[in-house]
Every structure is written in C-alpha cells, then in structure tokens.
C-alpha cells in the first residue's frame, strides 16, 4: 500500500520536484567550506527512480578531460533524464581549491595569526599545488556527475553560494562558527567539538595543524586554542635530539617509565626537544 501511494505521489510531481524533495542528509561531507555529495548514493537514489537515466562524459582527443597549459584542466558531463537533458562542467583542482596543471606550482598566501582576539597578518607562506593525476580527474569527473544530478534537483540546495564571493566575519563571528563546528562523523573524533577534543585528546588537534588539509578547520584550531603547527626541527636541532635519544636507551626500564608518567607520553619518540633537554641539561 504504502509504494503504491510513493509510486501515485512521484507520478504527481515533476521530475525536478521529486529529486529535490530527496532527503540527503547523511551522505554529505565537507571539504575547504564545500559541499560533497556521495556519487554512488546519488546514482542509486535516481535510479531507483528513473532507471532509464543515461549520462556521458565528454571526451576531447579520447581523453575525458579538456586541458589548457594557463588554466588547468576541465571535465565535462551530460546527463539525460526521461526527455530532459542537462550539462555540467567542473575543474579539476586541489584540496585547496586552486587549479591544478600537468605540474607542480607554487602561490603565496597571508599568513595570520590571532593575537588578542584580533587576525593579524604577521607574513607570507608558500604553498605548492602538485600536478594533477588520473585520479585527481576521476574524483572530479564523479564530483561532476553529482553536480549535473543537481541540475534535476537532487541536492541542488548543497551547492547554494559556492559561486559567491567569501564573506568577510569578524574574529566573534568566527569564533562562533568554530565553536559551533564538529568533526565528521566517522572520523576518529566524529560529532565532538573542536574544544571537547581538545580537553580530550589535544595530541589529535595537534595532528590535525600538522599534517591536515584543510586550512578553515586548522584556522578554527589556532582560534579556539591558540595551537600552532609544529616547526620542523633544524639539522642541529634533529642531531641534538637524537644525541638525547641515545642517552635515553641506556636507562633502566624503571627510569623510562617514570619519565613516560612525568610527561604522560608512551614512548620516547613522543618527548619534545624541550623536554629531552629538561631530562639531560
């Protein structure tokens, strides 16, 4: 009874109606303050719906993508649903947004810091995007796909305002946000806040300036708790840690584990430098 009423329902709605009153909460993930829908979910969702959907990838020289040597590289889709038919087009670029090329290049960005509850520009910073691959182009060809499932409905809401210019907030405004943001669920600290995880567990957050991608969520970091990324150590530095390293073998296993209880780590390649030299200076 009840397909039968979802089957008379879809029947009085039109195509754009009923793809956009899908329910796509829970299949989407943030990147760099954009929205990313689940390709395969997506397809599925429509199918089951309209099985007769056909789509195509436009293909230039036999390559699925069209390339310029100043521009970067662009794919293109096409999607036919029943008699309606809709294009799409998407860049194939880096976890930062910036395009990417057949080779690596650098750009220079501002670097703040948060100094009173005020941004402050203290410099500039380098940044390297790394040429693009196959697998670069076919994550974005999929992420194409979704857009073009967009233009009949599906999730078009997801994309609202990414064409718009980036609004400029306040250091409270920001501070909200960041207060308000929680981490993806199934990641390792999924749902929680950034300051529950970092009464938690401030090692993660620490990882997360290190080595994540995501320069907002790093910037939220710094804001809430005024961590820093960790500075790469100087060849002197690196040699002096590993003097102090050495000297750490040739301790009891009663020593380490006092100094493991002292500085609440688990091993010796979690003490700092400033540490190691509070042990043996």
């Known amino acids: 009874m009840e397909k039968k009423e979802q089957k008379e329902d879809k029947k009085s709605k039109t195509l754009f109606e009923t793809l956009r ?4 909460t829970g299949h989407v993930e943030k990147k760099n303050g954009l929205n990313y829908l689940s390709w395969a979910w997506a397809i599925d969702e429509v199918m089951k719906r309209y099985p007769n959907v056909i789509y195509e990838i ?7 993508y ?10 293109f889709t096409r999607m036919r649903i029943d008699d309606i038919e809709r294009e799409m087009w998407l860049p194939v670029m880096d976890s930062n947004n910036k395009a990417m090329l057949d080779h690596p290049y650098t750009y ?11 941004k402050i520009k203290v410099g500039e910073e380098t ?13 974005t ?8 499932l967009a233009m009949f409905g599906l999730g078009l809401a997801l994309f609202s305002g990414e064409d718009l210019p980036e609004e400029e907030l306040t250091v409270d405004q920001l501070r909200e946000r960041a207060e ?14 950034i300051l529950e995880v970092y009464k938690e567990a401030p090692k993660y957050l620490q990882w997360c300036l290190d080595n994540g991608k995501d320069e907002k969520v790093k910037e939220m970091i710094t804001l809430l708790t005024n961590m820093k990324p960790t500075e790469i150590p100087t060849d002197e530095e690196q040699m002096e840690m590993f003097g102090y390293l050495n000297r750490f073998n040739t301790m009891s296993d009663e020593q380490r584990e006092i100094i493991y209880k002292k500085y609440k780590v688990t091993s010796n390649q979690e003490l700092t430098l400033k540490q190691l030299r509070e042990i043996f200076v």
Do not use: S, W
């Open 127 to 139: 940044k390297t995007v790394e040429a693009a691959t196959m697998f670069d182009i076919n994550k």
């Open 58 to 64: 436009e293909r230039f020289d036999n390559k699925p």
């Open 180 to 193: 308000a943001y929680t981490f993806r669920e199934g990641t390792k600290h999924g749902g929680k806040t």
């Open 21 to 24: 009153d899908i329910n796509v």
């Open 66 to 75: 069209l390339y310029d040597e100043k521009t970067g590289y662009m794919v």
């Open 108 to 118: 220079k960005v501002a670097k703040y810091e948060y100094q009173d509850k005020k």
């Open 141 to 148: 060809i999929m992420r194409c796909l979704v857009k073009n």
